[in-house]
């Protein structure tokens, strides 16, 4: 009979909406999330039954579509923190769609958190770039 063992990070799970969190000291800026068990690359838009690839802050058509469907939008901006463009929130704001931006871990979190109680929400995701790089 084997020994019992701890479970290692690497023996983690994702969570019930498919993130991954990283491993501790692993780098956030790996250009693509892990949603569902499936890679997508670049920016992405995520709601509770679907996954929408995102042309960033550039193309807010996909986030204007999320009007009637969602009342929250975590718009993660890759590592950093700021604020969302005043025009896109503007937009969102009349379609009835609050926006929250924040860094994209945060983000991820943050719907995750959401979505478990019941609320409709979605996040649109901006991946994180290694420093140095646009």
Known sequence: ??????????DARPDAH???????????WTGFF???GKVHQGAQVVEAD???PWGGLDDPGPLLAL?????????GLGAQV????????AQLDALGVR???MASATAARTYNV????GRRVACALIPCEPAGRP
């Open 50 to 52: 679907r996954v929408t």
């Open 1 to 10: 009979m084997s020994p019992s063992r701890a479970p290692r990070r690497s």
């Open 34 to 36: 892990r949603i569902a």
């Open 99 to 101: 926006v929250e931006a």
């Open 18 to 28: 498919g993130f991954h969190r990283p491993e501790r000291g692993r780098r956030l």
């Open 114 to 117: 959401t979505l478990s109680e």
């Open 82 to 89: 700021g604020y969302a463009p005043r025009d896109l929130a």
């Open 67 to 75: 009007a009637g469907r969602v009342d929250v939008l975590f718009l």
